[in-house]
């Protein structure tokens, strides 16, 4: 199936629709980790987004392009935690009922932040894909829209504006390293960087227990992996045709980290960057660190794509 990515056209829109809502994020040059990668790498750092990552971006530009009929049915979502604050975030400022599930094992600093912005939050589900499935059945019951995590055009639409972002300020930039779960980040950024910039190289970046997209692009079709326990809660669960479909149209190539390695990037971002990372959100630093990103050209960037790391579990990794 071909890719259900965004056009330029719809980025640079979404990038005008959202401009008020979100943050411009800093793109800053990381000395030590272009030491360690042997040339210029800089952060585009998401961490420092009004809702602690990226998926703002995408969130807010799904609910503001409703009806207005659409708007007073309200939205449901499912998440594991970023896609719902994005969307509470969202739908407080639009004035949309929301109501978003999560995994009972979503980080609790992202749980509470959707309950403060004032949506109705539902952890009963196990895991991200129950949660899923939940979400779909009731905004069919109750007639809401269904604000996918991952796809949508208006959603890719604005997660692209992160690549936007980096053309418009880095118009030299070589490779993009860029985390990959369910491929919505992925999906909107490859949309704009391969009609703009077809020389960029993009490299994603997940974890072992997070590695649906690159199983399925080593065994030619979609895997299921298994649910476990994991750093990088963000990039959790199975993929689908049209994630695999965005996996084969935007990757050059995809690194493999282990969790361990998860760990030691959180904890290498704080102390030589004072970047306060997630896990799925170190994971393409880790990939530089652990040595596993192969072919990168010159300068790089790295999308440490959120924040939201629970402080328990966070101060376990610094110390």
């Known amino acids: 199936?071909?890719?259900?990515?965004?056009?330029?056209?719809?980025?640079?829109?979404?990038?005008?629709?959202?401009?008020?809502?979100?943050?411009?994020?800093?793109?800053?040059?990381?000395?030590?980790?272009?030491?360690?990668?042997?040339?210029?790498?800089?952060?585009?750092?998401?961490?420092?987004?009004?809702?602690?990552?990226?998926?703002?971006?995408?969130?807010?530009?799904a609910l503001a392009s409703l009806s207005d009929d659409e708007r007073e049915r309200g939205v449901v979502a499912s998440s594991?935690?970023?896609?719902?604050?994005?969307?509470?975030?969202?739908?407080?400022?639009?004035?949309?009922?929301?109501?978003?599930?999560?995994?009972?094992?979503?980080?609790?600093?992202?749980?509470?932040?959707?309950?403060a912005l004032g949506a109705t939050v539902d952890a009963s589900?196990?895991?991200?894909?129950?949660?899923?499935?939940?979400?779909r059945r009731v905004a069919l019951e109750t007639n809401a829209t269904f604000v996918h995590p991952c796809l949508g055009e208006t959603l890719?639409?604005?997660?692209?504006?992160?690549?936007?972002?980096?053309?418009?300020?880095?118009?030299?930039?070589?490779?993009?390293?860029?985390?990959?779960?369910?491929?919505?980040?992925?999906?909107?950024?490859?949309g704009l960087l391969r009609a703009e910039r077809p020389d960029v190289r993009i490299i994603g970046a997940q974890t072992e227990r997070t590695n649906a997209m690159a199983a399925a692009l080593d065994a030619g079709h979609?895997?299921?992996?298994?649910?476990l326990p994991t750093l990088a809660d963000g990039l959790a669960?199975?993929?689908?045709?049209?994630?695999?479909?965005?996996?084969?149209?935007?990757?050059?190539?995809?690194?493999?980290?282990?969790?361990?390695?998860?760990?030691?990037?959180?904890?290498?971002?704080?102390r030589e960057e004072n970047v306060k990372a997630e896990g799925s959100g170190a994971v393409t630093v880790g990939a530089i660190l652990a040595g596993r990103a192969h072919g990168i050209r010159f300068p790089a960037v790295c999308v440490v794509s959120g924040g939201n790391i629970d402080d328990e579990r966070f101060k376990a990794l610094i110390d």
């Open 222 to 227: 979609l895997v299921e992996i298994p649910s």
């Open 156 to 190: 890719l639409a604005g997660q692209g504006t992160v690549a936007s972002e980096i053309i418009d300020e880095m118009p030299d930039v070589a490779t993009v390293l860029i985390c990959v779960g369910g491929g919505g980040l992925l999906g909107g950024m490859a």
């Open 125 to 135: 589900e196990p895991d991200y894909d129950t949660a899923m499935v939940r979400a």
């Open 80 to 115: 594991a935690g970023n896609h719902g604050l994005g969307v509470a975030y969202a739908a407080k400022a639009l004035g949309i009922r929301a109501t978003i599930f999560v995994p009972a094992t979503a980080p609790r600093v992202k749980r509470d932040g959707i309950a």
């Open 237 to 270: 669960g199975q993929i689908d045709d049209a994630a695999l479909a965005i996996g084969r149209f935007g990757l050059d190539d995809i690194a493999v980290i282990s969790e361990d390695e998860d760990a030691r990037a959180i904890a290498w971002l704080w």
């Open 1 to 61: 199936m071909n890719a259900p990515v965004p056009s330029p056209a719809d980025v640079r829109a979404a990038a005008t629709r959202i401009a008020a809502a979100v943050q411009r994020t800093p793109l800053r040059r990381s000395d030590k980790l272009s030491d360690i990668a042997g040339g210029l790498v800089f952060l585009k750092l998401e961490t420092e987004q009004i809702t602690g990552s990226f998926k703002l971006r995408g969130a807010f530009n």
